[in-house]
């Protein structure tokens, strides 16, 4: 299981974050200290348990990696990763950040 950091957006929910992710709201909360109600505020940061394998929606950018390495991997289109991710340059990404891979 692999964690990484997400920053909490205005309108996002705990559930969104999960589904999003392909996690549970459970896990978050419990990697989290958070407590019923999961109240969250946008700028937290949130620690989230990802099962990389079981969830290639997502893809968590490393050193190194580019785009077309990614889409390659993956057997995406890279149209389809940009535009599922609004990047206009497809040079411009750095490690650590989260794309999104499928709907």
Do not use: H, W
Request: net charge neutral; charged share 15%.
């Amino acid at each position: 299981m692999e964690m990484v950091t997400y920053t909490v957006r205005p309108g996002n929910t705990l559930y969104a974050i999960a589904q999003f992710f392909g996690t549970t709201v459970k896990k978050i909360a419990e990697a989290n200290g958070l407590s019923c109600p999961y109240t969250i505020y946008p700028g937290q940061q949130l620690v989230l348990p990802i099962d990389q394998i079981k969830s290639p929606r997502y893809y968590v950018v490393r050193p190194g990696d580019t785009i077309v390495s990614i889409a390659d991997r993956y057997g995406l289109e890279l149209e389809n990763i940009l535009a599922l991710n609004n990047l206009e340059d497809p040079n411009i990404i750095y490690p650590g950040q989260i794309l999104r891979l499928t709907k």
